[in-house]
């Protein structure tokens, strides 16, 4: 079985897209009736380019502040976070690239470059809906040192759980693999009561010739052994063949 371990990338990308994806219903579902009619196309628009965006999962990285998470609107591959993706894509190119130069960690209330607020008054969104949408980035040490978070997943180290997933750490080490839920039987055992009788029936602990269905003198269901998907009173290569086959099936499962 390999083992899955979450780091730095995946981590980040899957609270974002949480993120993202609980503010784009919230602001879909907004009574937005009092808005001119193009900007309410708009608004529609730029929610669509948010939902694409969200879909993708490229998300800015943040290698400059180790163990927190910061703001980028645009990292240093050119990959822009989700407002600034809003802004490129509905053709303010270069008021990003002016922010990127200026206030590039900033928080989006805390900017000030004025053609940012001409772009949220024409994009059908609020300046606080705008600080919303934003997500911050997590930097951490690529360290190899396992921990369990308390999701059941096996994380690169402390800060991928705590600081990207936001996932408490249950603790040091990998998580212990899922036990099985299969209710078959033991590879190599069999609840199945042996024929030593060399007649090929069963036999009840009395001493009584008994078979299944049987109504006289036989115990409660219960209290029956159980067959393991063979007959009663099997030779020996039958019972060495069920082995077999029930050990390659719990292999089969161990590889998928």
């Known amino acids: 079985m390999t083992l899955e371990v979450v780091g730095q990338v995946d981590a980040d990308r899957a609270r974002i897209q949480k993120h993202l994806e609980v503010v784009e219903s919230e602001l879909r579902a907004r009574d937005t009736s009092h808005l001119p009619a193009e900007l309410q196309a708009e608004r529609e628009r730029n929610l669509d ?6 879909l993708a999962g490229v998300f ?45 960690n900033a928080r989006l209330l805390d900017m000030t470059h004025p ?23 997590c930097g951490c040490s690529q360290e190899y040192a396992p ?24 603790h040091e080490g990998v998580c212990a693999p899922a036990e099985s839920t299969s209710d078959w039987p033991e590879a190599g ?3 199945a009561v042996e024929d030593t009788s ?10 009584s010739e008994g078979s299944e269905g049987s109504s006289s003198g036989e115990p409660d269901d219960e209290a029956k052994p159980r067959k393991a998907g063979c007959s009663l009173g099997q030779e020996g290569a039958g019972a060495s063949a069920l082995a ?7 292999r089969r499962r161990w590889r998928s």
């Open 49 to 54: 380019r948010l939902h694409a965006y969200r």
């Open 189 to 191: 055992s069999s609840t």
């Open 244 to 250: 077999l086959l029930l050990l390659a099936a719990r």
């Open 60 to 104: 800015p990285q943040n290698p400059e502040f180790i163990g927190e998470r910061v703001p980028f609107f645009i990292d240093a591959d050119g990959v822009a976070c989700a407002v600034g993706h809003l802004v490129i894509e509905s053709g303010f190119a270069a008021v990003a690239e002016e922010i990127e130069a200026r206030e590039n």
């Open 147 to 170: 921990v369990c978070g308390e999701d059941g997943k096996t994380y690169g180290n402390t800060c991928h759980a705590e600081t990207c997933a936001m996932v408490k750490v249950a």
């Open 198 to 207: 060399g007649s090929g029936g069963s036999e009840s602990s009395d001493g």
């Open 115 to 137: 053609a940012l607020t001409g772009w949220i008054v024409q994009s059908g969104l609020t300046a606080e809906e705008c600080a919303r949408i934003q997500p911050s980035y």
